[in-house]
């Protein structure tokens, strides 16, 4: 083992959380100094799960690293129970854990902010806000993709809500407040409908006894991830340990079971987003500021998806294999629609939201497969797309800062004068149309190489959105890259060594997963093992 052994899950998570404490302590008047110190909390988290991932044991099937302690214990009840009495609390634990499935979009969100950070030149007051705020998101964005325990993963992910309503409310555009609010009520809605459905799973799936004593028992119900994904996998040990314990709890039914699922689904395909649960996702990809919009397209997106797998597919797999031609369909709406609308645009900002609305349908597409391919492809196209989009919307936040506009018909012609951001942006375009040897090829591939099998009719449709998708970006980029150069922008400089920097290396790690995917898929390998067994065991798949 090369990682001592100490806590460094918890690390990752809150050593942005101490850099926000130390900059709290800090001058406001100390502009470069904030910055710098901002950026160094944003690479501690950085270079830990650099670290992880050299020392990950891809395959093991399960959390290659975990951490827990116990964390609130709540007695409920106490009832005779034959010669004794037994015991009821609530157990709320801090657990931690990383396998397959989570280190991709760790190291995703941990690249991503160390570059929005370094993108963060542009923001022109109140520094020290802005970047308490930004290192604040990312702890909650690292907890959310770390968290094992239903009530954890819950607390994170509403930690994530209100710096990115200052970011957005404070620092964004003209319609800002507007877009805040928009973000707030959608994904309000979506928080409360997912705790809901945790609070029923964990009072019925939650359920574990422990040791008797003295002629009782203890009764436990737990948001523990672990107990409810052993107690749903296998209902009858349930059965035979309320039997012996001569209790009876709740249980869920086929029925709830499907209920919740669908309510997941609703919950999480808020913050994918899934049509027609979109609409305020293009307010904030239009208003907010642009290294904020690197932070919300390229990771805060992927979290709707991360937790429909972990708490949708892992914890209810039957249905999961149920609704997967639904998901299917879905995911070729997206596609479509939003490549469709995307053609439409004139505006740059506006035609990434729909561009990233499409390709979050490739990300529904490989999961409607239930195949480990095709889901290996959608968590691919996860981090691929993520990495794509943070790059262009840092490209384009750097014409705007430039130019004061960020309309296609208003632009044309900066090869001439930014050929290094040009470049950039063509490059990037280049890999968010799926071109071979770039990453964007992969994840869409793999997607739809999962569900050929079983949807050939959904992937010879969807096909026509990867054309349409190849049409608007080319359409774009061409047309802002090349022809006239507008007098006004003449004078118009290329891209700072502090713009230049993370430029080069989000290129870099998009030009690594299309020419070595394996440095993904080999993570992956076993991180859908536990999900595709269920479902053999539970519908015979």
Known sequence: MMIPDWPILSLIVFSPLAGAAVLLAMPKQRARLLRITAIIATLLPLALTLWLYADFDANRVGD??????????????????????????????????????????????????????????????RWKAYYIWLLVLECGMLGVFLARDLFLFFIFFEITLIPMLFLIGIWGLFNREKAATRFLIYNGLGSAVMLIVFAIVVMTAGFSIGDTQGGGAVFSYSGSYETILANLSDPQAVVNQVAAGNVNPFYLSNGMETALFVLLLIAFGIKLPIFPFHSWMLSVHREAPAPVVMIHSGILLKMGAYGLIR???????EQAERFAPTLAVLGLINLLYGAVIAYRQQELRSMLAYSSLSHMGIVLLGLASLHVIG?????FQLVSHGLISALLFLLIGSFYERTGTSRIDELGGLAKAAPFMAGALLAGGLASLGLPGLSGFVGELLALLGLFDTHKVIVSIALLGII??????????????????????????????????????LLAFVLLLGIYPSFLTELMKHGFDPLLHHINMRVGG
Do not use: C
């Open 64 to 125: 290659s690293f975990e951490e827990y302690a116990a964390w609130v214990n709540i007695p409920l009840d106490q009832a005779g129970l034959g010669g004794g009495a037994a015991s009821y609390g609530l157990h709320l634990d801090y657990r931690l854990g990383i396998d397959g499935l989570s280190l991709p979009l760790v190291l995703l969100a941990t690249v991503i902010t160390a570059m929005a950070a370094l993108a963060s030149v542009t923001i022109r007051k």
């Open 311 to 317: 708490f949708g597919f892992f914890l209810f797999p």
């Open 375 to 379: 889901m290996q492809g959608a968590v």
């Open 468 to 505: 349409l998708t190849a049409a608007y970006v080319l359409r774009a980029i061409m047309g802002i890259t090349f022809g006239e150069l507008p007098a006004k922008y003449g004078s118009m400089k290329d891209a700072r060594f502090i713009e230049a920097l993370p430029i080069v290396v």
